[in-house]
């Protein structure tokens, strides 16, 4: 059976994007990119509540290939990102190849017909031979925030990925739940227009000074040319691989003790901060974080810990235990009564075992990905492709995050997967397949080469609620080597760790 495409890329967001240009780049033009939404963007395209921008400098938020000469500022705002990667789509023809509006739930491998049937919400049967996976990192907003009484709400939610700008809200109660990325920049992004604002922390949050600035006219001359932005980056990523070094490659006893002297530092370093920035003693002592400072994502704002000096905002860390009709009831028995509530309870994760549903994924023989994550630990040779599941690549995959900017990830990561394409379409091969050899010595490594990030979560910060450790108590979401190493082994994995099946011809009437 021909299937109706060579490749399919689920997924028109950065990722889908690279894997888009890289297969143009090597030849191969017979793709086609599913989107369930209606224009490229992924998360930047989703997201759009106030006060949204990158937490990474400019240069190193970018494609390789699409150097952007003219961001706005170092940290450019979300609405700048998504119009960048739109124009990246469209200037490297991605566009004519995409279809929007087409949400993908389930794919099935035909092994008969060595092809993938991917189902649509739609009712609708895709086909092609290989799949390039780019969903993402966030791949779904959490609905349920796992506080009971939601639905009993009598006032506006707001939620950071659907966020209604008509609602004003300006003389309004409004409680923000959580103190993650997205509420550092959503609160002070709010503070001024309402009438009174009560921030309601689980955790708090490590939020470090952000050097953001407008690039003007003669500074945009200068970071505008590639050449520049190049050697930035590069700088950048010398000083990750450096700290990643250190980090994984450090004997035990080295990195324990390195550990336990920049946790002590940061902390002292963070009470002085506090102190020279929120003015109420009682403010400066709740945000003080109990955890290390790679316990949970640090953040970048130069106005949110600022907030809190404001006569219309409060702090809360008394835990939630119920919302009510009026407002947010918590663990001391008061309730907040509330005119709005923001919701900034983050994503569903690709670290997650819970996020791979049994069924919506099945490979060879039956091979269910939900299953097989859930029984046996999330895993991916080289973070991309996963035995059982031929002709198919992850590109942000079980232990995946180097430490840089995503662009350099998901490039390595698309290169990896097109590599094979290629490979597989040079040799006529209709099937390749990793062998459960390779991706079980690889995992085994990475296992081993993650003792200090195990020790560091596991140990030093035991029992913190961070989405660097998932519900199995393992880290998939960093991967323990460093970035180089993650892009050499993109460009250079032995191709015998492949196995090559060739295609076989299929009688009409038995494809399926």
């Known amino acids: 059976m021909t299937p109706q495409f060579n490749v399919a890329i689920i997924g028109a967001g950065p990722g ?27 998360s930047w395209r989703d997201n759009d509540y106030p006060g949204i921008g990158v937490d990474v400098p400019c240069f190193t938020y970018q494609y390789s290939f699409a150097k952007n000469p003219s961001w706005s500022r170092m940290f450019p705002k979300g609405n700048e990102v998504k119009d960048y990667h739109v124009r990246v789509a469209r200037d490297h023809g991605l566009i004519p190849h995409t279809r929007f509006g087409v949400e993908v739930v389930k794919e099935v491998w035909d092994d008969t017909a060595q092809l993938w049937r991917m189902h649509t919400a739609a009712g609708e049967v895709i086909t092609a031979r290989f799949v390039i996976s780019a969903i993402g990192a966030f791949i779904n907003p ?27 809200l300006a003389g309004k109660r409004v409680g ?61 990523l010398g000083l990750v691989e450096i700290l990643t070094r250190l980090l994984v490659y450090a004997p035990p006893w080295l990195a324990t003790r390195t550990m336990v002297l920049m946790d002590g530092g940061a902390r002292m370093a963070y009470r002085g901060y506090l102190r020279a920035v929120v003015h109420d003693p009682d403010a400066r002592s709740v945000l003080l974080p109990r ?76 091979f269910d990905l939900g299953e097989f994550y859930a029984e046996h630990r999330l895993q991916a040779y080289e973070s991309v492709a996963v035995h059982g599941l031929p002709n198919r ?70 029992g913190l609620r961070t989405y660097y450790v998932n519900s199995q108590g393992d880290m998939p979401y960093i991967r323990p080597t460093t970035a180089i190493q993650s892009r050499r082994a993109a460009t250079s994995y032995p191709f015998d760790d492949y196995a090559w099946h060739q295609a076989v011809e299929v009688p009409l009437g038995e494809a399926g």
Not at 17 to 42: C, M, T, W, Y
Not at 142 to 168: C, E, M, N, Q
């Open 393 to 462: 690549w992850i590109l942000v995959g079980p232990y995946s995050w180097t430490g840089t900017g995503w662009h350099f990830m998901i490039e390595s990561s698309a290169h990896h997967a097109v590599r094979a394409i290629s490979e597989a379409n040079r040799r006529g091969v209709g099937v390749v397949e990793i062998s459960a050899r390779a991706q079980r010595e690889y995992h085994d490594k990475i296992r081993r080469q993650g003792r200090n990030i195990q020790y560091y979560f596991n140990v030093r910060n035991r």
């Open 176 to 236: 923000v739940v959580g103190t993650g990325a997205s509420s550092v920049q959503i609160t002070p992004a709010i503070a001024p227009h309402v009438s009174s604002l009560t921030v309601f922390q689980r955790t708090p949050v490590w939020c470090l000074p952000k050097p953001d600035f407008p690039i003007g006219s003669a500074l945009g001359v200068v970071l505008g040319s590639r050449a520049a932005q190049t050697v930035l980056h590069a700088a950048a």
């Open 291 to 366: 955890y290390g400072v790679l316990g949970k994502r640090p953040t970048l704002s130069n106005a949110f810990l600022q907030a809190f000096n404001r006569d219309n905002v409060r702090l809360v860390d008394t835990a939630v235990t119920e919302i009510t009709a009026d407002g947010v009831r918590t663990a001391d028995g008061h309730t907040e009564e509330l005119d709005a509530l923001v919701l900034a309870v983050g994503y569903e994760l690709f670290s997650d075992p819970e996020t791979y549903r049994r069924g919506t994924v099945v490979g060879v023989d039956g």
């Open 142 to 168: 959490k609905i349920d925030p796992g506080i009971p009484g939601l639905d009993s709400f009598r006032g506006k939610v707001l939620r950071p990925t659907a966020w209604d700008h008509s609602y004003d």
């Open 16 to 42: 889908g994007i690279a894997a888009g240009v890289r297969l143009k780049q090597s030849g191969n033009d017979d793709f086609v990119i599913l989107e369930r939404a209606s224009e490229p963007g992924g």
